[in-house]
């Protein structure tokens, strides 16, 4: 067991994210950015932007073949302990920040079918951040070691601190060129796998599939730069940044994978039904009231819904798992969308990482029954998704967690910027409306229109 010591210092006032991006973390070669000042879905607005640095710095990056990482990151999460600090109470306190690509579903029952050109997964042991409480109005400066060492970096952050950038958003070329015409699976095949989804609905091999593609568009110049036009084009409640070395993953994700609280209760926010939204106020109240009484969107979120009962119960307490929220529409610049809440109390035996494992990858992106349909999956999609499909947030030492499905997310290299969308598909899909939501999907993940 390893003993950690917090250094905190704290500022009377929330920095403003992009700032203490550029003035603190621009020239690191690991930062992240989980950024939660965009949105008014979460009882509090809490953004955490840091790096690893020190002696006991650690990127962990991992592949399905190189072991199991679930059981690595439990081991290490469970050597490292301490009390964090009261300020930090209900806010992140360290841990490891990335992510788990769609891949280690060779870990949870699925196989490996397709092999990804981006880690599996990439976790960063965050010894140095920048915790921002918007609602709050303050922000806390922190270094975690087991030393106690720090003390430069925090005054670093504070010189920071005292610098503003003042911040201008330029339109990506990649957001102006016409997506359609960079599917890695053009229309025609796209509907054909469609129909073959159908056909398997049809024969009773799965209840839903949801089907995926990939755009594969130009390098950006500048990760960073296009995330800021992200998130100002396409806010969302899990926009989030992350780079390490030349790969860059820039979310604009509404869906919440996993959260688990410090009274171990496991919740997810599936969604499934997506509109777009209308300039027309009377035309946008019609599309979201369509929305909500779709039969077939409602059976998609309902079959959804069933499979994460299934997947949170066998980690949670007998009786506890519970369905507060049943498809209710939420709306976002681009887009509406049917959410529901499913909550379990994990039991004592199951630690924060057993009940992720138990429920990857998110069922949202699988269709069910999970296990065959990944396997459909497997069979009509090309390539790998990737980071794409997976779950990406923090995973602190407290046992808390919480974590996005990675969907309206960029993925950059020096080479390309990979982009995933697809839908569900059910009985009475109609393969034409099918292809014009992934598009539209695609679409908000540049910002585009």
């Known amino acids: 067991m390893s003993a950690l010591r917090w250094s905190v210092r704290t500022l009377d006032r929330a920095l403003d994210g992009e700032t203490v ?92 079918a397709h092999q990804a050109t981006t880690p599996d997964a990439l976790w960063i042991w ?25 003390e430069d970096w925090l005054d670093r952050a504070e010189r ?21 015409a960079h599917l890695e699976q053009d229309r025609p095949t796209y509907l054909a796998g469609i129909e073959r989804c159908l056909a398997e609905l049809a024969a009773g091999e799965t209840y ?16 960073f730069e296009f995330f800021c036009w992200q998130r100002s084009a396409n806010p969302a409640p899990y926009a989030a940044f992350l780079r390490s070395g030349d790969l ?26 997506t509109a777009p939204r209308d300039l027309d106020p009377d035309q946008d109240q019609l599309a979201a009231k369509s929305l909500a009484e779709d039969d077939k969107t409602r059976a998609e979120n309902l079959m959804i819904v069933d499979l994460i009962r299934n997947d949170l119960g066998r980690v949670s307490e007998p009786g506890t798992v519970q ?48 296990i065959r349909t990944m396997r459909i999956i497997d069979e009509l999609e090309s390539s790998a998704r990737g980071v794409y499909s997976g779950a990406l947030g923090y995973l602190a030492v407290d046992g808390r967690a919480d974590l ?21 598909i059910v009985l009475d899909s109609e393969p034409d409306a099918e292809y014009e939501e992934m598009l539209l999907k695609a679409t908000a993940a540049v910002g585009g229109k």
């Open 126 to 150: 965050a010894n140095r951040f920048v915790v921002i409480d918007h609602d709050r109005d303050v922000t806390y400066l922190v270094a975690l070691d087991l030393t106690g060492a720090g």
């Open 404 to 424: 996005s499905v990675v969907i309206r997310t960029a993925v950059l290299t020096p080479d390309a910027t990979v982009i995933g969308a697809g839908g569900a």
């Open 21 to 112: 991006y550029r003035e603190l973390l621009a020239g690191e070669p690991v930062a992240y950015w989980l950024d939660g000042s965009l949105t008014d879905r979460l009882p509090r607005r809490v953004s955490v932007l840091g790096t690893t640095l020190g002696a006991g710095a650690e990127v962990l990056v991992r592949d399905a073949a190189d072991g199991d990482v679930f059981e690595e990151l439990d081991k290490l999460l469970a050597e490292r302990t301490g009390e964090p600090p009261p300020e930090l109470d209900g806010l992140f306190c360290g841990g490891y920040v990335g992510y788990f690509g769609y891949e280690l579903k060779a870990l949870t029952g699925g196989t490996a």
């Open 248 to 273: 860059a993953v820039a979310s604009s994700s509404p869906e919440r994978f996993l959260t688990v609280d410090a009274d171990r209760w496991a919740e997810c926010r599936p969604i499934k039904g």
């Open 160 to 180: 920071s601190a005292a610098d503003w950038w003042m911040p201008g958003v330029d339109v990506p070329a990649i957001a102006r060129l016409d997506l359609e």
């Open 323 to 370: 369905v507060p929220q049943l498809m209710q529409v939420e709306s976002y610049r681009t887009v509406h969308q049917l959410v529901t809440t499913v909550r379990g109390r994990l039991r004592a035996d199951v630690t924060t990482i057993g009940a992720v494992r138990a429920c990857f990858p998110p069922g949202s992106m699988t269709g069910a029954p999970k």
């Open 208 to 223: 839903e599939v949801n089907l995926t593609n990939r755009v594969r568009l130009p390098a950006v110049p500048d990760p």
